[in-house]
């Protein structure tokens, strides 16, 4: 019995590149703090090694859309919304990358 190849879901793929370019471009325009805060937010669904309250959050796609929806509306500017925007973005970039890459129920 062969492996079967691994299928990659395109509407995961479509919103995983939408949010990296996003992310790339908040970074290159806002710099400083968008920084670290993009490394953090693709570091985060990594956390979910640590036990399995931990995982359902961390790759799961709802707690990245409350960050982004967040850092949309609550901060007075686009500097102070841009570092966890951007956060919002890489971490939502990396939990598509993983929910494209999981192997279909067929």
């Known amino acids: 019995m062969s492996k079967s190849p691994q299928r ?3 509407g995961w793929l479509v ?8 992310a ?9 703090w968008t ?3 993009g490394i953090v937010g693709a570091a985060l669904p ?12 961390a790759g799961h796609w ?3 859309v409350v960050v982004l929806a967040a850092f949309t509306f609550l901060p007075d500017t686009n500097e102070q919304a841009a570092p966890g925007f951007t956060l ?3 971490w939502l970039t990396h939990v598509a990358i ?4 999981r192997k279909s129920a067929a």
Do not use: D, M, S, Y
């Open 15 to 22: 919103l995983a590149g939408a949010c990296a370019a996003f």
């Open 46 to 57: 990594l956390a979910g090694r640590l036990g399995k309250p931990v995982r359902v959050v």
């Open 98 to 101: 993983a929910r494209a890459a």
């Open 24 to 32: 790339a471009f908040e970074i290159v325009k806002h710099q400083g």
């Open 35 to 37: 920084i670290p805060a």
């Open 88 to 90: 919002g973005l890489t």
């Open 8 to 10: 990659w879901n395109p």
């Open 62 to 64: 709802a707690p990245p």
